[in-house]
T-cell receptor, first 113, second 111 residues
Framework: NAGVTQTPKFRILKIGQSMTLQCTQD?????MYWYRQDPGMGLKLIYY???????DKGEVPNGYNVSRSTTEDFPLRLELAAPSQTSVYFC????????????FGDGTRLSIL | GQQLNQSPQSMFIQEGEDVSMNCTSS?????WLWYKQDPGEGPVLLIA?????ELTSNGRLTAQFGITRKDSFLNISASIPCDVGIYFC???????????FGKGITLSVRP
């Protein structure tokens, strides 16, 4: 069972570079989420989607963009990488029937130098 | 916005001991979730609670949904080295609401 798959696992970027963090899930979940995790700060929601073609901002969306062209994929894009975006990024998904828990990928560790 | 309070930030216990973690909120939640995160991995769901007063067990783990719907606790009994990790609580308001996470408690178990 693949579940939620994130790629790459690690990446180092220079300031000003752009990149896309990939997330795909094979559980046919409509709800997908992107979080960032900084030490001692828990998980902060960046963007989320309730289905293909629908995205919305979370708590910390500045500097990021998302798209949701298919149910399976929910990529997160950094257009102009900044040191403040050094973090661990987690993608999650859940079924949309009632109170279903979120399932997480293993994360992408991103350093901006 | 909504906040969940988990403290202390770190806990150190001896192997074989029991440990209890609390999570409190100023807001009411309809669902409480407990996740564990191992180093280098994503959070993994341990226990989900859906009803005020509910007490649920998963092996050596027991969690309760507070009767006021503003708190939850997680107990780990007879701790073992594999229990090391970060434990997050999360609350959800409505069925389609976003999760609010606590900052997590890092648990260390001394052999």
């Amino acid at each position: 069972n693949a579940g939620v798959t994130q790629t790459p696992k690690f990446r180092i970027l220079k300031i000003g570079q752009s990149m896309t963090l990939q997330c795909t899930q094979d559980m046919n979940h409509n709800y997908m989420y992107w979080y960032r995790q900084d030490p001692g700060m828990g998980l902060k929601l960046i963007y989320y989607s309730v289905g293909a073609g629908i995205t919305d901002k979370g708590e910390v969306p500045n500097g990021y963009n998302v798209s949701r062209s298919t149910t399976e994929d929910f990529p997160l894009r950094l257009e102009l990488a900044a040191p403040s975006q050094t973090s661990v990024y987690f993608c999650a998904s859940r079924a949309d029937r009632g109170y279903q828990p979120q399932h997480f990928g293993d994360g992408t560790r991103l350093s901006i130098l | 916005g909504q906040q969940l309070n988990q403290s202390p930030q770190s806990m150190f216990i001896q192997e074989g001991e029991d440990v209890s973690m609390n999570c409190t909120s100023s807001s009411i939640f309809n669902t409480w979730l407990w996740y564990k995160q191992d180093p280098g991995e994503g959070p993994v769901l341990l226990i989900a609670l859906y009803k005020a007063g509910e007490l649920t067990s998963n092996g050596r783990l027991t969690a309760q949904f507070g009767i006021t719907r503003k708190d939850s606790f997680l107990n780990i009994s007879a701790s073992i080295p594999c229990d090391v990790g970060i434990y997050f609580c999360a609350g959800q308001g409505g069925a389609n609401s976003k999760l609010t996470f606590g900052k997590g408690i890092t648990l260390s178990v001394r052999p």
